[in-house]
């Protein structure tokens, strides 16, 4: 098992990656950083654009791993796919937000339980045009 927080998390977004590969999506771009904020990975499953969020733990005493993805990280996540969607001129694309939630309690340290909840949260509609 990785040893440090930086390490944990690098490794769950590999597990990620690999994951979504396995269960047919195309990967666009992993760790995409604007100056609003960054996005883990974004890829398409099917006709959809998906922003993925990762979260992996070694522990649930702070809760599940999903459970941090609240309202101000779902807001920042939002204005990073707005900004990826509009430079990449897909805003008529269907486009969700997913989250990846990988944790290392009770398993071999290669093989996480990596759960995959698709349309985690919607677009905050303040940032609708």
Same mark, same amino acid.
């Given at each position: 098992?990785?040893?440090?927080?930086?390490?944990?998390?690098?490794?769950?977004?590999q597990a990620a990656v &690999?994951?979504?590969?396995?269960?047919?999506?195309?990967?666009?771009?992993? %760790?995409?950083?604007? @100056?609003?904020?960054? #996005?883990? /990975?974004?890829?398409?499953?099917?006709?959809?654009?998906?922003?993925?969020?990762v979260k992996t733990r070694?522990?649930?005493?702070?809760?599940?791993?999903?459970?941090?993805?609240?309202?101000?990280?779902?807001?920042?996540?939002? &204005?990073?796919?707005?900004?990826?969607?509009?430079?990449?001129?897909?805003? %008529?694309?269907?486009? @969700?937000?997913?989250? #990846?939630? /990988?944790?290392y309690i009770d398993s071999?340290?290669?093989?996480?339980?990596?759960?995959?909840?698709?349309?985690?949260?919607?677009?905050?509609?303040?940032?609708?045009?």
């Amino acid at each position: 098992m990785p040893k440090s927080n930086i390490e944990l998390g690098r490794t769950g977004e590999q597990a990620a990656v &690999q994951f979504l590969k396995s269960n047919g999506y195309n990967i666009i771009n992993t %760790n995409y950083r604007t @100056r609003l904020g960054q #996005i883990d /990975i974004i890829a398409k499953d099917k006709d959809a654009v998906c922003f993925v969020e990762v979260k992996t733990r070694r522990t649930h005493a702070f809760g599940r791993p999903e459970e941090t993805v609240q309202a101000s990280k779902q807001r920042k996540i939002s &204005q990073v796919a707005l900004m990826f969607l509009k430079q990449k001129k897909l805003l %008529n694309s269907p486009a @969700r937000f997913d989250v #990846i939630s /990988i944790s290392y309690i009770d398993s071999l340290p290669r093989q996480p339980k990596i759960e995959l909840k698709k349309n985690a949260f919607e677009l905050d509609s303040h940032y609708l045009y």
